[in-house]
Antibody, heavy 117, light 106 residues
Framework: EVKLVESGGGLVQPGRSLKLSCAAS????????MGWVRQAPGKGLEWIGE????????NYTPSLKDKFTISRDNAQNTLYLQMSKLGSEDTAIYYC??????????WGQGVMVTVSS | DIQMTQSPASLSASLGETVTIECRAS??????LAWYQQKPGKSPQLLIY???SLHTGVPSRFSGSGSGTQYSLKINSLQSEDVASYFC????????FGGGTKLELK
């Protein structure tokens, strides 16, 4: 069974940084692209970015490429999202997702990040 | 970036009814379109990919169609468990999502 479990969320002050993790199991992690998507409270979905199998290609949505960094550790079956210079607009549920056939075929349960003083 | 316009924003339907949700892309996305279902408090789940291919385990009452810039998701014989929000997503270019359709029971 494909399982993705995010962690590392919580309350963070504006301007600070936070690193999310996504632990993967139930599939061969190093065979897949992986991605991050977020959803502000009561809003729609926003693609953050994706990373290929060996980390040689990382794509970001243009508005976030200078703030967020995606990485992975294939030995640990873990995906990461490093977020910096956080603002209230970054308050959202953050999902990691497996990229299968260019779509997001499996999603984690999500982790809440609240940016507030 | 490619804009995805989804309609309607909300929809109320009766059990057993057929429901259609539309998604329009700002340019041709060559069938690079997926549909997701998101139940309240849950993460999105893939329903349809490549505009008309059913994801593993998705009931056959769900179907997708369309081409070019116009796509639709149809739910036949609406069930109570179909109450959810539905999102389209294009992946011809870097991914963008529609604004969502909230489906409720009448």
């Amino acid at each position: 069974e494909v399982k993705l479990v995010e962690s590392g969320g919580g309350l963070v002050q504006p301007g600070r940084s936070l690193k999310l993790s996504c632990a993967a199991s139930g599939f061969s992690f190093n065979d897949y692209w992986m991605g991050w998507v977020r959803q502000a409270p009561g809003k729609g979905l926003e693609w953050i970015g994706e990373i290929n199998q060996d980390s040689s290609t990382i794509n970001y949505t243009p508005s976030l490429k200078d703030k967020f960094t995606i990485s992975r550790d294939n030995a640990q079956n873990t995906l990461y999202l490093q977020m910096s210079k956080l603002g209230s607009e970054d308050t959202a549920i953050y999902y990691c997702a497996r990229v299968g056939g260019a779509t997001f075929d499996y999603w984690g349960q999500g982790v809440m990040v609240t940016v507030s003083s | 970036d490619i804009q995805m316009t989804q309609s309607p924003a909300s929809l109320s339907a009766s059990l057993g009814e057929t429901v259609t949700i539309e998604c329009r892309a700002s340019e041709d996305i060559y069938n690079g379109l997926a549909w997701y279902q998101q139940k309240p408090g849950k993460s999105p789940q893939l329903l349809i990919y490549n505009a008309n291919s059913l994801h593993t385990g998705v009931p056959s009452r769900f179907s997708g169609s369309g081409s070019g810039t116009q796509y639709s998701l149809k739910i036949n014989s609406l069930q109570s468990e179909d109450v959810a929000s539905y999102f389209c997503q294009q992946y011809y270019d870097y991914p963008t999502f529609g604004g969502g359709t909230k489906l409720e029971l009448k």
